[in-house]
């Protein structure tokens, strides 16, 4: 057999928590059928690149290390890797340039659900931008269209830096060879819920069936329950707690499981398509087919469409009070608990 790794980098909110989660939740199926997932687990390849990304070597080493002594396929998936710089990936290339063949993966999703995908995933990481403000800053800020000595506006700066998915293939794709760029499109919305895992296995080599469904997802809110969260990072960062002070809490309870389980009884972000949205994605792929990349799914599905839901500024305050309430009430909820089964603990040790 040869040695060979698939290296999906991304972009973000393109399904990569969704394919990292299948990935992890077959990982001994598919080392039955000669694909090796290294890592114990998804933190196990973000630890690794974030080795690669800064001057760390051991966790890096150590995965590469495990891709090395495998005789087959291996896979590696961390959207983190997208938007690096050359010196990042050439630092990947010359790590796995004695491989038989490396596959760089991009995965790609229409740009008018990206952008309220995107603002969400940035609030819940602490910021405290609007989503006019959000917007706006993307619009202005479009890679071409930047006015001449005009200011950079952050938002727009941070969505292009993680959204930019004709940069990504033509960084990856100088580095590695345009011919081992694979795209892989996120199918539109009706799609079935496997299609997207489907074309990922295609690269893979391995046919879906007898494969597990995904264990996890990366859980979306609702547009009240963001507007939560962005009014909190305010009173934290006022207090002196910005992010990634109390992640844990803010991030992984709040927003992923406590207001993540009221998203059906909230309307979600909306957005419909406007003109430069839709001559961005027209030149998007026209860029990324003079790239010649290898496409899996469809150019359509770059189509942007509307995105139904609500405009975050006419949500209506009573909505976000009742998020705020619910979110507080799990969380005094947990604590409650905690103390009671501690309590409980202390009194079987001083009867015993």
């Given at each position: 057999m040869s040695r060979r790794l698939v290296l999906h980098v991304g972009a973000m909110?393109?399904?990569?928590?969704?394919?990292?989660?299948?990935?992890?939740?077959?990982?001994?199926r598919l080392a039955e059928r000669g694909i090796l997932v290294p890592g114990m687990n998804w933190l196990s390849q973000v630890m690794a690149a974030r080795d690669v990304l800064g001057d760390g070597q051991r966790q890096w080493a150590?995965?590469?290390?495990?891709?090395?002594?495998?005789?087959g396929t291996s896979v590696i998936s961390m959207e983190y890797l997208g938007p690096v710089r050359p010196v990042v990936v050439e630092r990947v290339r010359?790590?796995?340039?004695?491989?038989?063949?490396?596959?760089?993966?991009?995965?790609a999703r229409d740009l008018n659900r990206s952008i309220?995908?995107?603002?969400?995933?940035?609030?819940?990481?602490?910021?405290?931008?609007?989503?006019?403000?959000?917007?706006?800053?993307?619009?202005?800020?479009?890679?071409?269209?930047?006015?001449?000595?005009?200011?950079?506006?952050?938002?727009?700066?941070?969505?292009?830096?993680?959204?930019?998915?004709?940069?990504?293939?033509?960084?990856?794709g100088e580095a590695f060879g345009r011919d081992r760029l694979v795209l892989?499109?996120?199918?539109?919305?009706?799609?079935?819920?496997?299609?997207?895992?489907?074309?990922?296995?295609?690269?893979?080599?391995?046919?879906p069936a007898g494969l597990d469904p995904a264990r996890m997802g990366n859980e979306s809110i609702g547009a009240a329950s963001t507007l939560v969260i962005r009014r909190l990072n305010e009173l934290?960062?006022?207090?002196?707690?910005?992010?990634p002070e109390g992640t844990d809490l803010r991030k992984g309870m709040l927003a992923k499981q406590l207001l993540a389980a009221r998203k059906s009884a909230e309307p979600a972000t909306g957005l419909p398509v406007q003109p430069w949205v839709r001559d961005h994605a027209t030149h998007m792929v026209a860029s990324l087919q003079d790239l010649?990349?290898?496409?899996?799914?469809?150019?359509?599905?770059?189509?942007?469409?509307?995105?139904?839901?609500?405009?975050?500024?006419?949500?209506?305050?009573?909505?976000?009070?009742?998020?705020?309430?619910?979110?507080?009430?799990?969380?005094?909820e947990g604590q409650i608990r905690a103390a009671a089964e501690s309590e409980a603990g202390d009194d079987e040790e001083h009867t015993g």
């Open positions: 909110k393109s399904g990569t928590s969704y394919i990292q989660s299948r990935l992890f939740a077959n990982k001994r150590k995965m590469a290390g495990k891709v090395h002594a495998h005789d010359a790590t796995y340039a004695d491989l038989d063949e490396v596959t760089v993966v991009v995965t309220p995908a995107m603002w969400q995933e940035t609030v819940q990481n602490g910021r405290t931008w609007t989503f006019a403000e959000y917007v706006e800053g993307i619009e202005s800020w479009r890679p071409g269209h930047r006015g001449e000595g005009e200011s950079p506006s952050e938002a727009g700066r941070t969505f292009w830096r993680q959204q930019n998915i004709v940069r990504f293939a033509r960084t990856w892989v499109t996120v199918p539109p919305p009706g799609a079935p819920r496997d299609l997207l895992w489907e074309r990922f296995c295609s690269v893979l080599g391995t046919d934290l960062d006022e207090a002196g707690l910005p992010f010649g990349v290898r496409l899996v799914g469809s150019w359509d599905d770059l189509t942007p469409v509307d995105v139904p839901g609500i405009d975050p500024a006419h949500v209506d305050p009573s909505d976000v009070a009742e998020a705020a309430i619910a979110g507080l009430a799990g969380l005094l």
